[in-house]
């Protein structure tokens, strides 16, 4: 199993161009999440998904937008990159087992840098 | 999801036990408790969780009191590759990562 991956690894971007960083899981995981690190912080949570076709907003969701069109796949866009959403990206997926369970793992994560 | 306190900083010699202290005294009753690391520029990586007993799995143990307001994930012989931030977390599904500790092993 390749677990979770993040593709791609490393972008630049200038300002105001548009991307979409996919994430992809062979876990059958039904739960999947979209991160984002900066220096020296802990990673805070921009949208999530508990299944296919369904997304929802976390901590810092703005200026991002999310999909979820496939169970092993979980999408996520910047319409209009700013400087200030260069950070490093990490997806997770996790398997509920519905007590309250719920283990997370990792890709490697995407480094954005928007110029 | 409970909030969690954590020291920034901690220093093991190589080969001792290391002793990671957490405090998450508004855990309610059915979260559980997660230990993930992050070593430098990687991905967080899940080391243990537990509800009310103590666990152990091949990487770590996990120790939490009585009362689950506080809890201690221990290294039992620390190695050099242990260096990372290690989080605390309460909760469940959309996990809060704060800053974590910073856990240096040194030779």
């Known amino acids: 199993n390749a677990g979770v991956t993040q593709t791609p690894k490393f972008r630049v971007l200038k300002t105001g161009q548009s991307m979409t960083l996919l994430c992809a899981q062979d876990m059958n995981h039904e739960y999947m999440y979209w991160y984002r690190q900066d220096p020296g912080m802990g990673l805070r949570l921009i949208h999530y998904?508990?299944?296919?076709?369904?997304?929802a907003k976390g901590e810092v969701p703005d200026g991002y937008n999310v999909s979820r069109l496939k169970k092993q796949n979980f999408l996520l866009g910047l319409e209009s990159a700013a400087p200030s959403q260069t950070s490093v990206y990490f997806c997770a997926s996790s398997y509920t087992t519905g007590n309250w369970e719920d283990t997370q793992y990792f890709g490697p994560g995407t480094r954005l840098t928007v110029l | 999801d409970a909030k969690t306190t954590q020291p920034p900083s901690m220093d093991c010699a190589e080969g001792r036990a290391a002793n990671l202290p957490c405090n998450h005294s508004t855990i309610s009753g059915n979260e559980y408790v997660y230990w993930y690391r992050q070593i430098h520029s990687q991905g967080p990586q899940y080391i243990i969780h537990?509800?009310?007993n103590n666990e152990t799995n091949e990487m770590a143990s996990l120790i939490i009191t009585e009362d689950r307001k506080s809890s201690t994930l221990i290294l039992p012989h620390a190695t050099l590759r242990d260096t990372a931030v290690y989080y605390c977390i309460g909760g469940y599904s959309t996990l809060t990562f704060g800053k974590g500790t910073m856990l240096l092993v040194s030779p």
């Open positions: 998904s508990v299944g296919e076709g369904t997304t």
């Open positions: 537990g509800l009310k």
